[in-house]
């Protein structure tokens, strides 16, 4: 059952000022649209189609508040958000190439501060309104900056300290724990590729890719199926380097992952197994791709009766 208050506004066009957005944290990205955290602002969110600059302002329902943001973690209740945020598509009958504007969700899993239980809700910008919060008992906290996977109807979770798995079942609204059945040394959920959730672990020189797909008898599978090596895509001395290279970001669709490393930020090209330097920074900790393409033949699809003019090309940042 729906929650009974709405909690969003309609899509505006203006964007807030530059100042306004300083402390913005990217939560995530999807099909056009990136979702916002907004800490000491009016609102709790913000989800933006960055070629247009509609965006909507969304609240979170007080219902959500004890799993979203820890009471003791600051005086200011919204300085950190303590759960994982994922933007997902709500069009019915959408392959995800060309949709921008509208309608969306956004799905929400954290746990409280005694990291007993795990607890989910989910937004719609067709309803304005938040579903009742599901739960689950469970003994490791959400990683909350992580990446989450999207497959169908279920959103995909990974935990702290922990290879386990928090899975919300959106359509059904259930919730859900999967454990892996052996140990992979920092094995880390990028996305979802080909229908299947697409881990990530680097054991150098080599970079091994691993999917969660359904056995047999429905019970999830975990299998390595795709080992790639670095030493020809990397400079010798990042391979040589202890600290690592760490999978901090894919871009699905494309099948480009990102790694973060001692002498900058690559990309690998799964299919090609190309590599390109393409950020000097060291040691990013994640990166939200962001990919956006009007055909210029539809336009934007707003959330409102109010078309806007097409936009011709692509991005992605």
Not at 252 to 281: C, D, M, N, P, Q
Request: hydrophobic letters at 35%.
């Amino acid at each position: 059952m729906f929650a009974a208050r709405g909690v969003g506004t309609p899509p505006t066009s203006s964007p807030p000022p530059c100042r306004d957005r300083r402390k913005w944290r990217v939560l995530d990205s999807r099909h056009g649209l990136a979702l916002f955290d907004t800490p000491k602002r009016h609102e709790d969110f913000v989800v933006y189609d960055l070629l247009t600059g509609e965006h909507w302002e969304i609240h979170a329902d007080p219902k959500c508040h004890y799993f979203m943001w820890w009471p003791d973690d600051d005086d200011d209740l919204h300085a950190c958000l303590r759960c994982n945020a994922t933007l997902l598509c709500a069009k019915d009958r959408c392959g995800h190439l060309d949709c921008h504007g509208g309608p969306f969700r956004m799905a929400f899993v954290g746990c409280d501060y005694t990291g007993r239980a795990a607890h989910a809700t989910v937004y719609s910008s067709e309803t304005r309104e938040w579903t009742d919060v599901t739960s689950v008992e469970h003994e490791h906290y959400i990683h909350y900056t992580a990446h989450s996977a999207v497959v169908g109807d279920k959103v995909y979770v990974p935990c702290m300290e922990s290879d386990s798995l928090i899975v919300y079942n959106m359509g059904k609204r259930e919730l859900s724990v999967i454990d892996p059945p052996f140990v992979v040394q920092a094995i880390t959920l990028m996305g979802a590729e080909d229908g299947m959730p697409l881990f990530a672990s680097v054991v150098k020189p080599r970079l091994l890719l691993w999917s969660l797909e359904a056995g047999p008898s429905g019970a999830a599978r975990w299998t390595r199926h795709r080992v790639i090596e670095l030493k020809s895509l990397l400079p010798t001395t990042v391979l040589l380097d202890n600290s690592g290279v760490t999978p901090v970001g894919f871009a699905e669709g494309v099948g480009v992952i990102f790694l973060s490393t001692k002498a900058g930020l690559y990309t690998i090209e799964l299919s090609s197994r190309r590599s390109k330097k393409v950020h000097g920074r060291q040691s990013m900790e994640k990166v939200i791709p962001y990919m956006s393409f009007y055909t210029g033949e539809w336009g934007p699809l707003l959330a409102s009766d109010e078309a806007s003019p097409a936009v011709g090309g692509g991005t992605t940042i």
